[in-house]
């Protein structure tokens, strides 16, 4: 019988593979968006600007699909120091959030507490997060973060709750056994979702989804202090 085939590395081929198409597809466009090739029309360059957006898109899929790769393969590391807490929330940003008339609101910073861990890869997972849950949410209501530090199962902890502002309340006020799992392969998102719950997992940390209904339209993330 053939042995299974070792898919994390079936994952980093297939991306590799992918990427040389694509690094001569995005050289090319480029080279047309500069008029190299000849002037453009308005309705030419805007036809370029848009597959221009679609490669970038890729190259993004292509880089979340890597990091799966490395983390099963053991091989994703991270620069873990201590970092305080509200640096890292400061730069947490939610991609479409300008659109709200109110943008992302912040409230609590963490109160000097320290995390033991890789700031920028924390960052960017919980941007990731806001960014999905900001998708699910009404147009005019404003995306809400809210922290607490409380104790947990394992000392203390950083509770970071994310949605509008009623569900993100809701989800702070729940005791945390009652919070349901947080579906990080839903659609729209890539594996940008999957990629964060593995940072968060890997940092000691949980993931938790909206409640009830609102599973989608929230989220909460238990993060350990130092």
Do not use: N
């Amino acid at each position: 019988m053939a042995d299974a085939p070792d898919w994390p590395k079936v994952l980093s081929l297939t991306v590799h593979e992918f990427r040389t198409p694509l690094t001569v597809v995005a050289g090319y466009l480029r080279m047309l968006s500069t008029d190299r090739v000849g002037p453009l029309s308005d309705a030419q360059r805007r036809v370029i600007q848009e597959a221009e957006k679609s490669c970038a898109r890729l190259s993004t899929l292509l880089t979340e699909v890597s990091d799966v790769a490395h983390f099963h393969q053991g091989r994703l590391t991270f620069l873990r120091t201590p970092a305080p807490l509200a640096a890292i929330l400061e730069g947490v940003d939610a991609a479409g959030s300008p659109e709200r008339p109110a943008g992302l609101v912040r409230e609590g910073d963490g109160d000097g507490a320290m995390v033991d861990g890789d700031a920028a890869r924390l960052r960017q997972a919980l941007s990731a997060v806001a960014t999905a849950v900001s998708r699910e949410i009404m147009e005019d209501d404003a995306l809400h973060m809210l922290t607490t530090i409380r104790e947990g199962a394992d000392g203390r902890e950083a509770f970071i709750a994310i949605g509008s502002e009623p569900v993100a309340r809701r989800m702070l006020a729940a005791p945390r056994e009652s919070l349901a799992g947080f579906d990080a392969t839903r659609g729209g998102s890539g594996l940008s979702l999957v990629v964060a719950r593995q940072v968060i997992e890997d940092h000691g940390g949980r993931l938790f989804g909206g409640p009830g209904e609102q599973s989608k339209a929230g989220a909460a993330i238990a993060l350990p202090l130092s």
